[in-house]
């Protein structure tokens, strides 16, 4: 399976779990403005490697991103509330924690890590997936 495909696979399974428009590639906002037309996220591929540790695995890295439709009214003296982009990045992982890495064509997958931006009212998931390298099959 290509990395192209593993990218669709968990770009329509987000958007089937979370219900919110998913799109293959990277969105961007200004800081400052989220999506003002409401909640909309996106799947890219940041790149892969060899592993190496063994010759015979690719490592994988992919982004999810989500942004949040802005409502909050900015105030200096007031805190943004993460609640809700808490609350997303937490979805996100659970909405692939019982996936089998089989359906998405990988052997082995997991978000490694996630960072929250509350500039922008959007949450970004990394995602480290592990399949056969094809350059030694």
Known sequence: MSVA??????R???ETDL?????????????GTGSVRGD???VWVAGYREN???????IIDLRVRVYRKFIQVRDPLNAIDPTALEDTAE??????RDKQAAQFGVWFFRPVSTEIDLATQGVEVTVTAIR??????
Do not use: H, W
């Not at 495909?5 to 968990?10: L, N």
């Not at 190496?52 to 690719?58: A, R």
């Not at 056969?132 to 099959?137: G, I, K, M």
């Open 5 to 10: 495909t593993f990218r669709e696979a968990v």
């Open 12 to 14: 329509a399974e987000l």
């Open 19 to 31: 219900q919110i428009p998913f799109k293959s590639g990277l969105i961007t906002f200004l800081e």
């Open 40 to 42: 909309v996220g996106c």
């Open 52 to 58: 190496g540790d063994s010759v015979q695995e690719q």
């Open 91 to 96: 979805l996100v992982e659970s909405a692939l």
């Open 132 to 137: 056969a390298n094809p350059f030694t099959v």
